[in-house]
């Protein structure tokens, strides 16, 4: 079925309203008014209307940084348009600042000329000193060149929700929704569908949820009452393919991928996990599907968390563990034995900037080399990573079907820019999703734990308690076939080469890479993998519109690399590798193909902006 709308219910005349192909707003303001949540509701809004999204939450990394400081300013941004987008934008063009703070962490991203909708009321004397302002930015000449629009936003929403009789407290805490409905008004938005899903969420406080709307109902009438820009602004519905379509988040959309892959393959899932910002809305999403035969987990320790994991691999479910960079250290150790033991699992690492406890909620790709080699031994896994928050769905299959299929550890390298990110999601169709054979050992006369399937090395599964079946395991160095206990030295050699050539060969399982623009060849190869995808693909795009010999191709499929990659690598002049790192994915191509990679590095807990990647192409060209 096609995408459902909802169609403007503007009063104004045709003729007052500009029809703009995309736009992209960020609402800033202090961790606990509420940006998050008023950045979400523009962003289902904009969904029912139809516009493709992309979003950009940016949470403080102080838990409860001092109100009106700088460490405590918490973001939203969104694109919303009329085409098919893959970024948030590199630019906001309206910044909605709740505080002198917000005003001083966003200004420098604002697209000169943008509109900056102030709430006035916080702009005191003591507020401008937390932010650090001497002399307030509004007479000091500071927004010149922007459109100001000052709004006494916390007293006009005191007022307007004055009649459901709630506290003064509770009562402040709803201006987020008066600056959502301003915004409503600025972009020619329906309020209907907000409208409901705030009844919905208070169902139990039906004045807090009378309140809100209010304050909406009031930012919408007095941005139309005042007319606070001289024309509204439209952003038509974008032509998507046809299809029922949902806004998701990259950890739903993962949590989601997993709870298909257990029906797919039959088996029950387990997800033991220890919270961990960005991880942990992994185990929230998991947690709400029982009826589906999810069990969830919420151990003392990163450790045991992997433990459990580990346990219910071997007694026959679809095991699973999520974390962010510092747990998968914790969990090294373990890891170790699921690759000696040759379980099924699935780890996902939702990266996070380190090293140590680093930042909490911002953004790296920094983990590629600690999944790779971050235990002791020779000790090869798979690794893959999804490219897009809808694409963790898609990858949380393919991490299953690969742990399952070719009995080895997974690891699924997410990062926080995905995991909290949003866009339209089409929904597959359950035809479309891959098929995932499992089988166990059932003959006691012809089982043995190390016999391997000709083709994949994949080691027979045996489900506990089968009669017959019983065999060691355990982290001590196996015999090949009987796998009992060794420490015979050419054995050792010839386990360790096994295990490696078992999960190389899972690269005749998974598709080749792909390239956009010049498969033959050209001036530049741009390949990246994870969440730099969007900016990598419209940076190229721009750049080939003018004329540039420039292609992309990007890796989902870190460990084993695609077969074909080192004969795509081979046709290019110049190879591009921007990453959130200091250049690990550079390193591992450097070293497997001997081509002279070129990095493109920022470490900075923001993802890549188009403008930066494109600017670099040009570099090169």
């Known amino acids: 079925m096609p995408l459902k709308t909802e169609e403007s219910t503007s009063g104004h005349k045709p003729g007052s309203i500009e029809e703009h192909e995309n736009v992209i707003i960020r609402f800033a303001g202090d961790s606990g008014d509420g940006m998050q949540v008023t950045g979400s509701m523009f962003t289902h809004n904009a969904a029912l209307l139809g516009n493709d999204i992309s979003t950009l939450p940016d949470f403080p990394a102080e838990i409860r940084a001092?109100?009106?400081?700088?460490?405590?300013?918490?973001?939203?941004?969104?694109?919303?348009?009329?085409?098919?987008?893959?970024?948030?934008?590199?630019?906001?063009?309206?910044l909605v600042a709740m505080n002198p703070a917000a005003l001083k962490v966003n200004l420098g991203d604002l697209t000169q000329g943008g509109m900056i909708v102030l709430n006035s009321d916080a702009f005191g004397g003591n507020n401008l000193k937390k932010a650090g302002y001497a002399v307030d930015p509004r007479e000091d000449n500071s927004l010149a060149g922007y459109q100001v629009v000052q709004?006494?936003?916390?007293?006009?929403?005191?007022?307007?929700?004055?009649?459901?009789?709630?506290?003064?407290?509770?009562?402040?805490?709803?201006?987020?929704?008066?600056?959502?409905?301003?915004?409503?008004?600025?972009?020619?938005?329906?309020?209907?569908?907000?409208?409901?899903?705030?009844?919905?969420?208070?169902?139990?406080?039906?004045?807090?949820?009378?309140?809100?709307?209010?304050?909406?109902?009031?930012?919408?009438?007095?941005?139309?009452?005042?007319?606070?820009?001289?024309?509204?602004?439209?952003?038509?519905?974008?032509?998507?393919?046809?299809?029922?379509?949902?806004?998701?988040?990259?950890?739903?959309?993962?949590?989601?991928?997993?709870?298909?892959?257990?029906?797919?393959?039959?088996?029950?899932?387990?997800?033991?996990?220890?919270?961990?910002t960005p991880a942990s809305d992994i185990l929230h999403e998991l947690s709400r599907h029982k009826d589906f035969g999810v069990y969830t987990f919420q151990a003392e320790d990163e450790i045991a968390a992997i433990g459990a994991v580990i346990g219910a691999a071997f007694g026959?479910?679809?095991?699973?563990?999520?974390?962010?960079?510092?747990?998968?250290?914790?969990?090294?150790?373990?890891?170790?034995?699921?690759?000696?033991?040759?379980?099924?699992?699935?780890?996902v690492n939702v990266q996070r900037g380190g090293p140590s406890t680093g930042l909490p909620t911002k953004t790296e790709q920094a983990d590629l080399l600690q999944a790779m080699f971050g235990r002791n031994g020779e000790c090869p896994l798979c690794i893959v990573a999804p490219c897009t928050p809808g694409d963790c769905f898609t990858m949380a299959i393919e991490a299953a079907?690969?742990?399952?299929?070719?009995?080895?550890?997974?690891?699924?390298?997410?990062?926080?820019?995905?995991?909290?990110?949003?866009?339209?999601?089409?929904?597959?169709?359950?035809?479309?999703?891959?098929?995932?054979s499992v089988k166990f050992a059932t003959?006691?006369?012809?089982?043995?734990?190390?016999k391997r399937d000709p083709e994949t090395l994949a080691r027979p599964w045996a489900s506990p308690g089968t009669p017959g079946l019983e065999h060691r395991i355990g982290g001590i160095e196996k015999?090949?076939?009987t796998g009992?206990?060794?420490?015979?030295?050419?054995?050792?050699?010839?386990?360790?080469?096994?295990?490696?050539?078992?999960?190389?060969?899972?690269?005749?399982?998974?598709?080749?890479?792909?390239?956009?623009?010049?498969?033959q060849g050209g001036d530049i190869l741009v390949i990246g993998w994870g969440s730099t995808y969007g900016a990598i693909d419209q940076a190229v795009g721009r750049v080939r519109r003018r004329g540039g010999r420039v292609s992309a191709a990007h890796l989902r499929y870190l460990n084993p690399f695609p077969n074909n990659l080192g004969d795509v690598l081979s046709r290019f002049e110049k190879v591009l590798v921007p990453e959130m790192n200091m250049g690990q994915l550079r390193l591992l191509l450097r070293d497997r193909y001997l081509v002279n990679a070129i990095g493109l590095n920022k470490i900075q807990g923001q993802p890549f902006k188009i403008k930066e990647i494109e600017k670099k192409i040009e570099e090169l060209l």
């Open 484 to 519: 009992n206990v060794s420490y015979d030295p050419e054995n050792h050699e010839k386990m360790v080469k096994v295990r490696a050539e078992k999960v190389a060969r899972i690269a005749n399982d998974i598709p080749p890479i792909e390239v956009v623009g010049d498969p």
């Open 479 to 481: 015999e090949e076939v």
């Open 401 to 436: 079907r690969i742990a399952l299929t070719h009995m080895v550890p997974v690891i699924l390298l997410s990062d926080g820019y995905l995991a909290n990110g949003a866009e339209p999601w089409s929904i597959p169709r359950v035809e479309s999703l891959p098929k995932i």
């Open 66 to 94: 001092p109100a009106g400081t700088l460490p405590g300013v918490s973001g939203f941004q969104l694109n919303f348009s009329s085409f098919d987008i893959k970024t948030p934008g590199d630019a906001p063009e309206v």
């Open 443 to 450: 003959d006691p006369a012809t089982y043995k734990p190390y």
């Open 151 to 276: 709004v006494p936003v916390s007293t006009l929403t005191v007022l307007a929700v004055k009649p459901t009789g709630i506290g003064q407290k509770d009562a402040a805490r709803c201006k987020n929704m008066f600056a959502l409905g301003l915004m409503f008004w600025v972009y020619d938005r329906s309020m209907e569908s907000t409208m409901r899903a705030i009844r919905e969420k208070f169902g139990k406080k039906p004045e807090i949820a009378e309140a809100n709307i209010l304050a909406m109902q009031a930012g919408y009438n007095y941005a139309d009452t005042v007319e606070i820009v001289p024309n509204q602004i439209r952003v038509s519905k974008a032509v998507l393919p046809r299809g029922t379509y949902k806004m998701i988040m990259g950890n739903e959309a993962t949590a989601l991928g997993f709870i298909a892959a257990s029906k797919l393959s039959g088996r029950p899932l387990f997800y033991g996990s220890y919270p961990i």
């Open 316 to 347: 026959g479910a679809l095991g699973l563990t999520g974390t962010s960079g510092p747990g998968i250290a914790l969990k090294s150790e373990a890891l170790g034995l699921a690759v000696m033991t040759e379980l099924p699992l699935v780890v």
